[in-house]
């Protein structure tokens, strides 16, 4: 199907069911971030199995396996584990239904609706063919499954002396499901993913009946005017040529219908392309909140807590470039896409290269079934607002041949380094 070293692939064919096999358990089994526990067991164990160092517990639940065939360039590869709060509604006969206790204490459905599942038995296969066929490569692979993607979990995995505990990559290599149609894979150099910033707001009011308003200061009507008023930021004060999202995820308030309560929370996410743009929305985003409560006659100012931050994902250019050659060559160019613009989405993964000073490449590719999109032109009109996208409770990446894609993805994309 793709053209890899054909070595490198021997015995492909037989570990597939196996794979397919561990994709389906990995999805009805998933794990809130920083719970990875079983699927961190799993793959150290599957590790070990294949013949590489392995070890456990790096920024909690994070798993390093370190393979060398003899002298030559670094390369790491990275696979996010963990699930979202999410109850799934495919209907699949491994469907999740499960449920777990999210960092909160609140009791919460658990979904694999983002695809790390795919992300982590491709890599699994994709090291076993390296451990297998160690004749048709040269170098080190540090082969890094990551906790908590989005919510930390590569900078915890960097501040657990990763520079000082693995060997230093000359690349860094990851890649992402997404709703798109299996066969494309889609990168760019420079700007590939926006940064993110996740903040948790306490507005503050003050409580009492709610059959006299009058003598409270209600932070529920607080909460609903700071909501609608922040969506005026990216329509009134980003710039046309520039992009941002800021989306309010959560809203908590109150225990009965007829209490207004003292308080309410919020939680906002916020995404960007530029540091300017960056700095513009979040001081936009505070002034807002801070005016809202002063213009409701708040007791007490807003409390603003910085959940997580990390900055945009950005595609090392000369690294790219060897990766794209490798994807075109094997797949031919009309099924590798140069993306135009930056994605929205945003990841952590950008945390190994910048610390450990290693180029990074990231890219995407599609994990459904082609017939979904017949007629569609992704470049003009991007991916129709009918298909289940990442994080919905109906996202379902078509195991084959995805996975097996995936695997390929990956080996083609090392191959610049690993076989030159």
């Known amino acids: ?105 609140r009791e919460v459905p658990v979904m694999h609706a983002c695809g790390h599942d795919v992300h982590v038995a491709c890599l699994l296969g994709a090291t076993a063919l390296l451990a297998a066929n160690r004749h048709a490569w040269q170098g080190t692979v540090v082969a890094v499954f990551q906790p ?8 915890a995995m960097v501040a657990d002396r990763f520079a000082e505990r693995f060997p230093r990559p000359d690349v860094c290599l990851a890649q992402h499901v997404a709703p798109a149609p299996a066969g494309l894979v889609a990168t760019r150099p420079g700007t590939f993913m926006s940064a993110s910033d996740s903040l948790a707001v306490r507005l503050h009011g003050r409580g009492g009946h709610g059959s006299t308003p009058a003598a409270t200061v209600d932070p529920v009507v607080m909460a609903a ?41 919020l939680t906002i996410n916020i995404r960007s392309t530029t540091s300017a743009v960056r700095e513009q929305v979040l001081t936009a985003v505070e002034r807002i909140i801070r005016a809202e409560a002063a213009a409701s006659a708040a007791p007490k100012e807003p409390e603003i807590t910085v959940v997580n931050a990390f900055p945009v994902t950005v595609n090392d250019a000369e690294a790219t470039a060897s990766v794209q050659t490798a994807f075109r060559a094997a797949l031919g160019a009309e099924r590798v896409i140069d993306l135009p613009h930056p994605l929205t989405g945003s990841e952590d993964f950008g945390a190994f290269g910048a610390a450990l000073g290693a180029p990074s490449v990231y890219w995407t590719f599609g994990g459904l079934g082609p017939a979904a999109f017949a007629g569609v032109d992704l470049l003009a009109d991007g991916i129709p607002p009918e298909i289940p996208h990442n994080h919905s ?7 084959d041949p995805t996975i097996e894609l995936g695997v390929h993805y990956l080996l083609l994309a090392a191959s610049p380094w690993l076989t030159s």
Do not use: K
């Not at 908590?148 to 900078?155: D, F, K, L, Q, Y």
């Open 1 to 105: 199907m793709i053209s890899v070293p054909t070595a490198l692939l021997d015995g492909l064919d037989r570990n597939l069911p196996g794979l397919l096999a561990l994709y389906r358990d990995l999805h009805a089994h998933p794990e809130l971030s920083h719970q990875e526990f079983r699927t961190a067991r799993i793959v150290a164990a599957r590790l070990r199995e294949q013949g590489w160092t392995v070890t456990e517990g790096i920024g909690g639940t994070g798993v390093v396996g370190v393979l060398a065939s003899g002298p030559g360039p670094v390369v790491l590869l990275r696979a996010d584990m963990d699930a979202l709060p999410v109850r799934e509604s495919t209907g699949l006969p491994y469907a999740s239904t499960r449920t777990a206790t999210d960092a909160a204490g």
């Open 393 to 399: 409770p109906l996202f379902a990446p078509v195991p």
């Open 148 to 155: 908590a993607e989005e919510v930390c979990g590569a900078p």
């Open 225 to 265: 005017a700071t909501v609608m008023r922040l969506q005026t930021v990216v329509a009134r004060e980003v710039a046309a040529d520039r992009s941002a999202v800021v989306t309010v995820g959560t809203l908590h308030a109150g225990t009965r219908e007829n209490v207004i309560p003292d308080t309410a929370d």
